[in-house]
């Protein structure tokens, strides 16, 4: 008898085992004793040092911040002098740069050496602020930079191929933001081809905000 309820057991536990969702993402050896005590439950001292530890955050974020719209002025200064006004013209008259789909891929070839969305991005509109491209080649080679973010997150999961589990969730992960990023371009690239709705957005909000800039952009 006590063997058939060791055997009983072992049964109904394996058949529990078999119901775990692999899905499931709660890690049950997460230690959170280091994530800190409770607010209520800090002494004084504790209390300061959280307080100065946030501000020191907080003003770390936008120091960072303003060394980035620094570093994109700087940026656009570096175009302005080693392109200069031909190096605008050339762009501008370029049949091959106006095409969207060319302007696509220049995109995803770019992000896809420099491995960052933001960097790539980042030269575009400096180069539009230099007055080297318009805004119209330059939509198309940000829809081109988000193609291109997708195969980071792609390199990402398969550093989890190692795990199975692990690797299924990283790998979907990646495929929803791989599809959300495509069905934008899908969708966006051929209206903005056909009726330029973004374009003609940007130039309606720079020329309320700068009047003056508004030839420049259209």
Same mark, same amino acid.
């Given at each position: 008898?006590?063997?058939?309820?060791?055997?009983?057991?072992?049964?109904?536990?394996?058949?529990?085992?078999?119901?775990?969702?692999?899905?499931?993402?709660?890690?049950?050896?997460? %230690?959170?004793? %280091?994530?800190?005590?409770?607010?209520?439950?800090?002494?004084?001292?504790?209390?300061?040092?959280?307080?100065?530890?946030?501000?020191?955050?907080?003003?770390?974020?936008?120091?960072?911040?303003?060394?980035?719209?620094?570093?994109?002025?700087?940026?656009?200064?570096?175009?302005?002098?080693?392109?200069?006004?031909?190096?605008?013209?050339?762009?501008?008259?370029?049949?091959?740069?106006?095409?969207?789909?060319?302007?696509?891929?220049?995109?995803?070839?770019?992000?896809?050496?420099?491995?960052?969305?933001?960097?790539?991005?980042?030269?575009?509109?400096?180069?539009?602020?230099?007055?080297?491209?318009?805004?119209?080649?330059?939509?198309?080679?940000?829809?081109?930079?988000?193609?291109?973010?997708?195969?980071?997150?792609?390199?990402?999961?398969?550093?989890?191929?190692? %795990?199975?589990?692990?690797?299924?969730?990283?790998?979907?992960?990646?495929?929803?933001?791989?599809?959300?990023?495509?069905?934008?371009?899908?969708?966006?690239?051929?209206?903005?081809?056909?009726?330029?709705?973004?374009?003609?957005?940007?130039?309606?909000?720079?020329?309320?905000?700068?009047?003056?800039?508004?030839?420049?952009?259209?």
């Amino acid at each position: 008898t006590l063997l058939y309820t060791i055997k009983f057991e072992l049964s109904s536990m394996e058949h529990v085992a078999r119901q775990v969702d692999e899905w499931d993402v709660i890690n049950e050896v997460l %230690d959170t004793e %280091d994530l800190g005590k409770p607010w209520a439950e800090k002494t004084t001292k504790g209390r300061i040092i959280k307080v100065l530890w946030l501000i020191v955050k907080f003003i770390t974020v936008l120091a960072s911040l303003y060394m980035f719209i620094c570093s994109l002025s700087f940026l656009s200064s570096a175009f302005q002098l080693l392109g200069g006004k031909s190096a605008g013209e050339v762009f501008a008259k370029s049949s091959i740069l106006n095409n969207p789909i060319i302007g696509l891929m220049i995109g995803v070839l770019v992000t896809v050496l420099v491995q960052s969305s933001s960097t790539s991005t980042s030269i575009i509109v400096a180069m539009v602020s230099a007055g080297i491209i318009t805004i119209r080649p330059a939509i198309s080679m940000i829809m081109g930079a988000n193609i291109g973010t997708t195969v980071t997150n792609t390199i990402v999961s398969l550093g989890q191929s190692m %795990d199975r589990k692990m690797f299924r969730r990283a790998f979907a992960g990646a495929t929803v933001h791989d599809c959300f990023n495509w069905l934008c371009v899908v969708i966006f690239l051929p209206l903005e081809a056909l009726l330029h709705p973004l374009e003609k957005i940007s130039a309606a909000i720079t020329s309320i905000l700068h009047p003056s800039r508004q030839c420049h952009l259209i």
